[in-house]
T-cell receptor, first 114, second 113 residues
Framework: AQTVTQSQPEMSVQEAETVTLSCTYDTSESDYYLFWYKQPPSRQMILVIRQEAYKQQNATENRFSVNFQKAAKSFSLKISDSQLGDAAMYFCAYNTQGAQKLVFGQGTRLTINP | NAGVTQTPKFQVLKTGQSMTLQCAQDMNHNSMYWYRQDPGMGLRLIYYSASEGTTDKGEVPNGYNVSRLNKREFSLRLESAAPSQTSVYFC????????????FGDGTRLSIL
């Protein structure tokens, strides 16, 4: 069974600095997708970024980028120029190609210090 | 753009009461999902519906039933609520499994006393 592990329950960063959130996963599949979701205090689940396993190039969305290491089964999220609005729980998630189930990690709570 | 709409947003029940959580999406998505979120455990899949007319168990289905009423609506029912079902419940939908990300509703906070 696939599993997703986020080893950092909490992280904090100074406003305008860069922070990296870690995620590792375990799978025997070769085709899959990885996602980072943000959950602010409003409780919404907001898609931040996604990565297709077959793509070697790391995904980027404005200030958010990933470091995808397929052999190491690692999928970290880098947030550059952190802003107060980035404060939230961040969840890493895995989905095998064509499968219904989205497997979530336990989440990392990110605090932004002004 | 409504996206995925869940009702109610908050509910308090007594042990043994029944309750149906409603979910509707307006994105013409084929697949719909129900998750529960407990502190420190991320989201866990309760049930899903791959397409209209089908439903399947997820990771934690015990104590729940679902109905895919039509393509838009997917409801979750607690027949006899228990304190262990106190949680935040999320509905989600997407058009193509694995490829497309899931779109989530705003969640329902359910407390069972």
């Amino acid at each position: 069974a696939q599993t997703v592990t986020q080893s950092q329950p909490e992280m904090s960063v100074q406003e305008a600095e860069t922070v990296t959130l870690s995620c590792t996963y375990d799978t025997s599949e070769s085709d899959y997708y990885l996602f980072w979701y943000k959950q602010p205090p409003s409780r919404q689940m907001i898609l931040v970024i996604r990565q297709e396993a077959y793509k070697q190039q790391n995904a980027t969305e404005n200030r958010f980028s990933v470091n995808f290491q397929k052999a190491a089964k690692s999928f970290s999220l880098k947030i550059s120029d952190s802003q107060l609005g980035d404060a939230a729980m961040y969840f890493c998630a895995y989905n095998t190609q064509g499968a219904q189930k989205l497997v979530f990690g336990q989440g990392t709570r990110l605090t932004i210090n002004p | 753009n409504a996206g995925v709409t869940q009702t109610p947003k908050f509910q308090v029940l007594k042990t043994g009461q029944s309750m149906t959580l409603q979910c509707a999406q307006d994105m013409n998505h084929n697949s719909m999902y129900w998750y529960r979120q407990d502190p420190g455990m991320g989201l866990r899949l309760i049930y899903y519906s791959a397409s209209e007319g089908t439903t399947d168990k997820g990771e934690v289905p015990n104590g729940y039933n679902v109905s895919r009423l039509n393509k838009r609506e997917f409801s979750l029912r607690l027949e006899s609520a228990a304190p262990s079902q106190t949680s935040v419940y999320f509905c989600a939908s997407r058009t193509k499994p694995g490829v497309q990300p899931q779109h989530f509703g705003d969640g329902t906070r359910l407390s069972i006393l």
